[in-house]
């Protein structure tokens, strides 16, 4: 059973570039959840959906970045432009309800520039 | 208050140590608790759930006390391979599902 995907493993890029994350929830979970974590603030939640729309995206540091949920499916986190202090890894999760166990992909460790 | 705080450690053990880990919530409403585990440069992944009667897993065993917000996590004759961050997972307030504390790392040495 495929658990959550995510891609790019992988991001180096350039300060003021557009960056697109991209995450594959579990089969079947009405949650998803984006992450982001660094050594100084740990698992900072970012934004999170159920079935599809947003709910809390109080976290989501400023304009510069969005999320978007299409499918239930795919999940999209959109960091444009992107700047240095962005530079962390990036982790989507997801779970059957809010407060089950969550998830999570491998990650995307990004770098910018 | 910070909504979850535990000790960053490092706590470092010897081979066979028992060591223990607290976490402080703050979400007296709190329903589900979780100990995560974090190797370096992975992902995060479930332990175990927390009841409110504690429970135990092998040499893992984890507790709840409501009435001083804290819940723990004991591990028994500690090997190598236990060496990661451990990661305490509660209730938030507001909108937000789940909370993660910043871990706890240990490091278990031959």
């Known amino acids: 059973d495929a658990g959550v995907i995510q891609s790019p493993r992988h991001e180096v890029t350039e300060m003021g570039q557009e960056v697109t994350l991209r995450c594959k929830p579990i089969?079947?979970?009405?949650?998803l959840f984006w992450y982001r974590q660094t050594m100084m603030r740990g698992l900072e939640l970012l934004i999170y959906?159920?079935?599809?729309?947003?709910?809390?995206d109080s976290g989501m540091p400023e304009d510069r970045f969005s999320a978007k949920m299409p499918n239930a499916s795919f999940s999209t986190l959109k960091i444009q432009p992107s700047e240095p202090r962005d530079s962390a890894v990036y982790f989507c999760?997801?779970?059957?309800?809010?407060?089950?166990?969550?998830?999570f992909g491998p990650g995307t460790r990004l770098t910018v520039t | 208050r910070k909504e979850v705080e535990q000790d960053p450690g490092p706590f470092n053990v010897p081979e066979g140590a028992t060591v223990a880990f607290n976490c402080t919530y703050s979400?007296?409403?709190?329903?589900?608790f979780f100990w995560y585990r974090q190797d370096c440069r992975k992902e995060p992944k479930l332990l175990m759930s927390?009841?409110?009667s504690g429970n135990e897993d092998g040499r893992f065993t984890a507790q709840l006390n409501r009435a001083s917000q804290y819940i723990s996590l004991l591990i028994r004759d500690s090997k190598l391979s236990d060496s990661a961050t451990y990661l305490c997972?509660?209730?938030?307030?507001?909108?937000?599902?789940?909370?993660f504390g910043k871990g706890t790392r240990l490091s278990v040495i031959a």
């Open positions: 979400n007296s409403a709190s329903q589900s």
């Open positions: 089969s079947g979970h009405d949650y």
């Open positions: 997972v509660a209730p938030g307030s507001g909108n937000t599902p789940l909370v």
């Open positions: 959906f159920n079935n599809n729309v947003p709910i809390d």
């Open positions: 927390v009841y409110s």
């Open positions: 999760a997801s779970s059957l309800l809010a407060f089950y166990e969550q998830y």
